[in-house]
């Protein structure tokens, strides 16, 4: 089209994260060792500012940080504390035992506590003092390509009303042109996943699998804990059946970081992180540290969780995937972002000798592949290769193998352990409850909500900082909205309503004695749970009108 | 002395002037209003009902449609020729489009969007209304301060009579970069909310479409505009103009009617400045019940005719 424009740069790095961060930071080092004609570098969020739509536990392993910025403590990074205590409980309704040794896995010694908002700021301010331009508020819609290439980005359009037609504010996106484009979009990332798709990256690994990590930020009364304190818990408010767990972080100035993570690989259909969250907080173990406190900020992000078969080729002529939106992530070790950086690093270093040898095809890209196949992330990732296939003989056996996995080296049986699409395993209502089917509005395991530590969905969405223009688009397409209020209703009871954390879905009456499906857009945390776990993966997450989102202050 | 910059269109004041007086009139200094526009005597008189020393009208006829070169120029005028320590706005959409540029005209500190003015400090609320921030001016000299709507009430704004007085602004209305066109239609047909003094309000527990009727009555007999909560506005009840809360308007009326809103902390951020809240609701456990001064537990299809017909009695 006539009136769009384009913009060429050599390097273009989608996603401003922990990964496409460092990858620009790497790439502005390289510029200045290695000298030559600088190279034209950009980077794209989504997000209106940096940082707005990171949310992590967080626990940083420095190890990557420590070579990007050898000198980050003299440089302010925002380290809110080192772990000075590290304990894992196995949690029962009402009582708690702890482990009496941590498991190497869980040990944080030398780690510190962050908000992974304030740290991807404080890199974004490195990036930029490089002069590299971030552009934030602006989301990348569609990767172009050039024969069999990729060739660049084009962002989405902006003044758009929500019947598709252009509003007086109306600008088209722009093609950004790149020799090489580095895909950091995060976890399920809307253009890493049609790139799979499209180029077959997946061939031949293991089917992606993820989690839903549930968060929020607490003020407490002082006294209660002690910063430092990293807190790990197994067990409930989790079935033994069900991969995940709690953390409850301290910060300085009595903040409390706490969450439960879930694998989207659970059985059960009537399943609800969102309450089982609640649950979490009512156990005294949580409640007796939040009890008086309040509130602070509320998000929830999905996580790659499959690990190093779920990996898929990272590299096509043209393009790199690094990060979460590859899936580096250690789900024994809860840890991904100095995964992220470190892949971020490698991209940058492969990309940046690609365009200077201008040769930018696979066969020069697969270096990043090599470069990862010789680093800490395989020496770190392989080991635990099978770890979250294994939790999916139940909790028991995962963590059994988790241990065993030091000893073997991570063999089992099989390697690989079989693996399935976490949503594959969600089973059908009559299947799973048999004559004892609850109704799909009820909640099988209610928890009370009193507002002072238990709160509905919407409060949560309001203390997440989203906001979207109400007039746009829904940036959650339905494909076959029919199969909600018919078959889904009927096989699984609409489990949307229940793993979306931010009550996107609803059911609400069609006025003719059905119910049909409403889909508040706006309210979305842009966590991707519901283009991950939708039983019948009918539901594709694309990014909405830049800017909008979460906003992540802190977390 | 502060200074108050009363808003108007048309020859219609904005009632958010009158609680911006109201602000002024809480820290005991001499307050003057001033009011910009063209043929804005009758909107002069009006504010002259208000305790202030005096009410400053410069009407100009660059002024009669709103830009913000023209009001940064005729302020920074006023300003020198008034040396106010303080000057009050109400912050209105107007209000945000020129009161930056004004703040670095002068070059004076600007502090927005104020719920509070004590002991010399403006308390702004932060994250969403999460926390209130005390902002205190670190300079002796003359600032700019805005003030949401609905933080105070016009009601408690101090009735006295002050004289009105012309003053004259030279406009060089070839600087005057904004070219203002027609307002849009739907600008035109636009409810404005924040001005109704009373509201009847409707949620989910409406239930039907055809439901909305029996609000639309009350509010009828009551001398009220119609609203909604948002899943009203979202199903096409109403149209999106009449949704309160945090992604519709906020308003502060005098009386504001609750039928079957549960209370979404969304909602409430819209409309908790009100006066007197009443909330129809038939679950005793709702949140809106915890702000509402009277709360009537019950079906709204029954409480509702009932207070039709007391009202027309």
Redesign the interface.
Known sequence: MADRETLDVDILIVGGGPAGMSAALRLAQLQKEKGGEPLAIAVLEKAREAGAHMLSGAVLDPSTLKDLVPDFKERGAPLAADVRRDDIYFLTRSAKFRLPITPPFFRNHGNYIISLNRFVKWLAGLVEAEGIDIFTGFPATEVLFDGGAVAGVRTGDRGIDKHGQRKPTFEPGVDIRAKVTILTDGVRGNLTKSIVRQLGLDEGKSPAVYAIGIKELWEVPAGRTEAGRVVHTMGFPLKMEEFGGGFMYSLPDNLVSLGLVAGLDYKDPMFDPHVAFQHLKRHPLVASVLDGGSLVRYGAKALPEGGWYTIPKTYASGVLIAGDAAGFMNSARLKGIHLAMRTGMLAAETAFDAVRNGDTSEAALKAYDDRVQASAVRAELYPVRNVHQAFGYGTIAGAAFTGLSLVTGGGWIKDPLPAHGGWTRIRKLASYYKDARPDSESTVNPVKIDRQLTFDRLTGVHYSGTRHPEDQPSHLIVHDANICATRCREEYGNPCIRFCPANVYEMVDAGDGTKKLQVNASNCVHCKTCDIMDPYQIIDWVPPEGGGGPHYEGM | MILVVAEQRDGTLNRASLETIAAAQSTGDAIKIAVLGSGVDAVAQELGKAAASEVIAVDDPALKDYTADGFVMALEQLFAAETPDRVFLPHTYQTRDFAPALAARVTRPLITDCIAVKDGAYVRPM??G?LQADIAVNDAGPHIATFQIGAYRADAMKAGSAPVRQASVAIDAAKIRQKPEAPFKEAKQAVDLSQAERIVAVGRGIK?QEHVALAQQLAAAMGAELAASR?IC??GWLP?DRQIG??GQTVAPKLYVALGISG???HL?GMKGSRTIVAVNKDPEA?ILEIADYGIVGDLFEIVPAMIAALNA
């Open positions: 994250f969403q999460k039907a899943p979202d199903a999106m945090s992604s979404a902390i969304q951020v949140p």
